[in-house]
């Protein structure tokens, strides 16, 4: 039997995508992989779940690699519950998520269906790390953010990540050396500026598209958009109890029971 | 003009469902309504966000209150942005989104589209609350929950939600005389365990349904599970500052800059 970690690869962004194309080659340096991933891209999933429909999961092979490999009809999350409860024989030791193809810095880890496959996981009671690199093209260079990918999941698998916490890192787009390392941070204060852009369909009904500007609202110099903004790659510890526990006290001097 | 405050009213089991309807019969006794909802159910849809594909909204009348009323084909996430950015024309003073039909309590919060569009207001700088009835009927009764509804929802009004906090309240399927009162509690922890139905589709082609078991891991008797299970409505602080601050220190110690 292998001693090697066992580790469930996922992403948001559809298993042929080359972000878990490079995930996937450097987690065979270290494990033995088993990948779950959406047969199509599911960027802004955030955390949904399939509860409406059917699932169709396909064993297939993409390449040349010692991984196994299940593409899957789901959402991010849905995979990770697949992997854990029908595919793998036993618990895997790690879950990595990505590299996606994007930054999922600060407010972004809310609608981001990289870290919601690693926050399942991390539910589930397993180690979880999503990835991301700040480059939206499907043809992004994943070579530099390699070692350092590598270097965070030897860590992690040493050292073991808090219970409830899972870890978002992000990867600036940048050659390897002008990354000047790897910062541990807090989610920066930042949020969309949406706007629509109002369109009218060849049958004359309104439509709209989706549009925005990210705006960062925080100067924190512990925050990941600073680490990033300084070619930093930023580790942000995430927690999936959403509880403010700073506001029950202010809460409990309201009026909820007279 | 109004001195009413203007109330943005949101869900994710569709326009129709009678759980908004239920609490725009509520908000209408409080200000000024404006609806803007999914046109379809979008339950389990966690914070998604329609980025690759295309939004329509309706101008539509669902009954005689004299609220106002927008259908959306989108999820809750993108009904708060367009009702934000487009429908509207002033700053809601309060966005409350529900009554969802079913829990929405400790880890559910995750999953849920109802406080992802809660969250989504809060993100915006909204005060915000999402109201979930422990009945996942259709036909559910929502008439014991609607005083309580509007206590908290005054209560909100009148003090402020604190800033970076929405509310994320639960209602036990009791008759009135039977809720022992209103109380501010933590997030449980608890997770799902997952099964898979597994079937064959008319093809022969495998597909599975996914299936569960909600499982409590916390004793606490400060949680909403020990709330709800007491007969007390649950209302729990959520932050959408996801860091784990307690975590950063620990993660200082690793070796990731060698």
């Not at 340096?29 to 409406?52: L, R």
């Amino acid at each position: 039997m292998s001693k090697k970690p066992l580790i469930l690869v996922i992403n948001d962004d559809g298993i042929t995508a080359p972000g878990i194309r490079a995930l996937i080659e450097v987690m065979n340096e270290i494990g033995d992989v088993v990948v779950v991933a959406p047969d199509s891209p599911q960027s802004g999933m955030g955390h949904a779940i399939t509860i409406n429909s059917t699932l169709f999961v396909e064993k297939v092979v993409i390449d040349k690699g010692n991984q196994t490999e299940y593409s899957c009809s789901g959402t991010p999350a849905d995979c990770v519950k697949l992997a854990v409860k029908q595919i793998l024989d036993r618990r895997p030791d790690l879950c990595v998520s990505g590299i996606n193809h994007g930054s999922n810095s600060s407010i972004n880890v809310i609608y981001s269906g990289t870290m919601s496959a690693a926050l399942e996981a991390g539910i589930e009671g397993i180690p979880a790390i999503g990835f991301s690199l700040l480059d939206y093209n499907w043809n992004a260079n994943f070579e530099h953010a390699k070692p350092f990918v590598k270097t965070i999941v030897k860590n992690a698998l040493k050292n073991g990540i808090p219970n409830g916490v899972v870890l978002n890192v992000n990867i600036p787009n940048l050659a390897k050396k002008d990354i000047k390392g790897i910062k541990v941070c807090r989610q920066a204060k930042a949020n969309w500026e949406e706007e629509f852009d109002k369109r009218k369909n060849p049958q004359g009904r309104e439509y709209y598209w989706l549009t925005g500007k990210f705006v960062n609202l925080d100067n924190g110099e512990d925050t990941d958009e600073w680490a990033l903004k300084n070619n930093y790659i930023s580790v942000v510890p995430v927690q999936f109890d959403l509880t403010a526990h700073h506001a029950i006290q202010n809460l409990n001097t309201w009026e909820l029971n007279d």
